[in-house]
């Protein structure tokens, strides 16, 4: 494996506007910022971001480091725990060493393949009703609409249906839901009214109070839905869930899973929408496949494979990923000291053409056998993390959006305008600002079985 940049003896930090920093130029351009940050001062240097200063490791040597964590000098809590701790206490990602692992040998139960068949299969069917719903034409907006989407998906597969709950409280839940994912990179960090913090807040409690509520239901049902799951895993020495861990579990995958989802398949609608060739080509993958297909036939869609990870590569859902350090260590030559707050970017990596040449340019073949240009180096496509923390719904994550994006195949065609370039927001986790403008026109071939 080759090492990408050579170190350097400090972490040189550029000058910025008291407060707001670098936060405001992340916002508006992270890619830039992050490159200006990688070539002026190499892999590890500073930033202020959200009004602390953090240590940004960029390239994938750096990332490496942080991620495979040799020495345990990175932990989680200190670093997610600063920008959506109050919201998502407690959740997987946000435990640390012993603590971490435990809770990630019961999880790990739920996400068995044949716990993910059980929770696909109820998918299929509810990704055609919920389409069944899409208005089509000129002015539709792929991204909103997917978001209503991934959601009432969430509902059914996490929560079971509408058994848990009426309309009015699921949209209650939803909100909450929402506001909590919204609060965490508001700039006012405390409980002041009016604020996204605030509602962040309540929305936890309103989250905390639903899954409480229907926890003795589903420890007593035989329901075959994740919150169902998580009220019975158990490990093979006897390992299970308490109550209020069921409860800010569902709360943190209910999060982890649904704008990561939402993101990965509007990328890949615009990019299909660009490159009908793409589309065609996946389309006729999809259309060899019935509409509901099993795990191991979703698995030879290997187009709209290729088409998914180059997706995940342009806008990774999950560009930096934040540590804290809990002790001094060094990477790559540079000292950090004990308590610093770390960002690993993660999405620089993905547009380095060191490693993806060319890499603004969409080329699904990139991951073709004969090029995995991924394989340059261990850490270059990192969309799923690395190391202990690494997505334990990588395979789940990956079958919802094909299985998304197999239905929209083979229900619709759509374009997108060849020049368009999405006004990204990063103020929380990437999206279109406009929502992604896109032609959508039902296929004559219908949803036939
Ligand atoms: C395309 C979809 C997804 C992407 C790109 C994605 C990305 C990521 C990334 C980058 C991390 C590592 C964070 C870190 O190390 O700081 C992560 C962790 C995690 N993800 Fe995902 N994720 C996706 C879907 C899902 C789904 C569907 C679920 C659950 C149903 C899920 C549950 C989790 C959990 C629980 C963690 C924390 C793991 C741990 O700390 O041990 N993710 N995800």
Known sequence: MAT????????????FIPFVGETLAYFHDPLRTLDFHYREFGPVSKINFVGRPWTVLLGPDACEIALRNADKAFANAGGWGYLIGPFFDRGLMLLDF???HHHRRILQEAFTRDRIADYTSTLGPAITSGLDAWPTGPEFRAYPTLKDLTLDLATQIFMGGADVADADELTRVNQAFMDCVQAGLGFVRANVPGTRWRRGLRGRRVLEEFFSRHIPAR??????????????IETDD?????????????????M??????????????????QYPEWQARCRAESEALPLHPSLDEIDTLTSLDLVMKECLRLVPPVPGLARQTVKDTEVLGHHIPA?????????????????FPDPERFDPERFADDRREDKVHRYAWQPFGGGVHKCIGLYFGTVEVKMVVHQLLRRFEWTVDPDYVPPMNYHSLPFPKDGLPVDLRPLSLGSAE
């Open 4 to 15: 990408i940049a050579a170190p350097r003896p400090t972490a040189p930090r550029r000058r």
């Open 98 to 100: 012993e603590e971490h």
């Open 219 to 232: 420890r007593a049902g035989s329901g075959t839905d994740l919150f169902s799951a998580l009220c019975h």
């Open 238 to 254: 006897g390992q299970r869930l308490t109550d209020d861990d069921v409860v800010n579990h569902m709360i943190f995958l209910l």
């Open 256 to 273: 982890a899973a649904h704008d990561t989802s939402t993101i990965t398949v509007t990328t890949m609608m615009q990019q299909l929408g």
């Open 339 to 355: 308590g610093r707050r770390v960002t690993v970017g993660v999405h620089l990596s993905h547009h380095m053409p060191e490693l």
